[in-house]
């Protein structure tokens, strides 16, 4: 801070600069002046800041956003009277530095998960057949593990019954730098799907190789940035999609969702029998549906029968010769349905309703394979149990 002939405080551009490193771009999550987002820095003598910022595109979305985090960081400094922001485009060449960068200098297209240096834990959500709530299971455990302090982000890979945004509450739409996609975020989760592209409720007709370039392009185009974890939920079966899971990103391990009655739970482990051809690991079975709680007495009513779950790990675990658990039984809960309506995960509206702690206690499990805690190997009791 500097004092001009008046004797009247004036703001120090290192402390405006440093006040701006606090502002993140709201889709990249980094630091602008890290981004070379800030194009200029002027100080008037009467303390009045304006501030010149580029975006990285001339519809970014966000504009107003970045237009008032800016004004507020700057506002904070010592000696400051008035910020104004000046909003700007980035050029071609511009846009192009800033994508190698966020790639850390590499020009070509690559899934960072598939890179031997990878600490993002991938899980591919997987089921035989539709309708058991795959969807449902993948929302809520991302949810209630970025709540829990990870970095997660999803793929909506089932092309053709895309509805993860939706269930998580992502209304915002991805934006491009160059090459490379922005993806939204809700509930701290980001989130890419094909729903994002297509006009309304568009169906998607498309064959197996447009399919393999979509997953590739979520995979390699979208900036994901460091991630703790990354959910694919799958479309059913064994189909195109989940062979070019095991092909672009063959170190994803496959987590199963089936229902209690046996002809769901004889096509699930036909589905997770997958790995024996592609050489991944199962990391475990989720039974969806395991029953209903009465709401007068509290009994447990099998509405779709029993047992579907443990059917699957056991014929799995035989199949593959290795063990495979059963992570968590989910009870029928009619806020889990409503929340998949509404975009509002049960694990945060209703966290300890009987499928919420269900599904909690399966993303503790699953977060503490991250964090290397070993929780499924070492027998670490969850903390809800289900």
């Given at each position: ?257 089936t229902t209690p009655q046996q002809a769901a739970a004889e096509v699930a482990e036909r589905a997770g029998s997958i790995a024996v051809q592609t050489h991944q690991k199962i990391v475990g079975v989720v039974e969806n549906m395991s029953g209903l709680p009465c709401p007068h ?90």
């Open positions: 801070m500097a004092t001009d002939t008046y004797g009247t405080t004036v703001p120090a551009q290192d402390a405006v600069r440093d006040a701006l490193a606090t502002v993140n771009d709201p889709e990249i999550h980094r630091p602008i002046t890290d981004l070379g987002m800030v194009k200029s820095v002027e100080i008037a003598d009467d303390g009045a800041v304006a501030v010149a910022v580029y975006l990285t595109v001339s519809g970014c979305p966000l504009r107003d956003t970045i237009t008032r985090e800016v004004t507020e960081a700057v506002q904070r400094v010592d000696g400051v009277t008035s910020v104004s922001v000046e909003l700007d485009v980035m050029s071609d060449e511009q846009r192009r530095e800033l994508a190698a960068s966020l790639r850390g200098g590499q020009t070509e297209r690559e899934v960072p998960f598939a890179q031997p240096g990878s600490l993002t834990r991938v899980y591919a959500v997987a089921s035989g057949k539709g309708g058991v709530g795959k969807s449902s299971v993948t929302v809520n455990l991302a949810a209630a593990m970025a709540a829990d302090g990870l970095k997660v982000g999803v793929v909506d890979a089932d092309i053709y019954g895309h509805s993860v945004p939706r269930m998580l509450g992502a209304d915002g739409r991805p934006t491009q730098v160059e090459n490379m996609i922005m993806p939204p975020s809700a509930n701290g989760v980001k989130v890419i799907s094909i729903g994002m592209f297509t006009p309304g409720n568009a169906p998607v007709v498309w064959r197996g190789p447009m399919l393999h370039r979509a997953l590739q392009q979520f995979l390699a185009d979208v900036y994901w940035g460091d991630l703790d974890v990354l959910l694919l939920d799958l479309p059913p079966g064994t189909g195109d999609i989940a062979i070019s899971v095991a092909q672009l990103v063959p170190n994803a391990e496959i987590l199963v969702v007495c509290g009994e447990m009513l099998d509405v779709f029968g029993t047992g579907g779950g443990k059917l699957v790990a056991e014929g799995l675990t035989r199949t593959t010769g290795a063990e495979v658990p059963v992570l968590g039984a989910i009870p029928i809960d009619v806020r889990l349905r409503e929340g998949g309506d509404d975009g509002r995960p049960v694990v945060l509206t209703a966290p300890e309703s009987p499928a919420g702690a269900a599904l909690r206690s399966i993303a503790d499990r699953l977060g503490e394979r991250k964090r290397g805690l070993s929780g499924l190997s070492l027998g670490i009791t969850p903390r809800n149990k289900f």
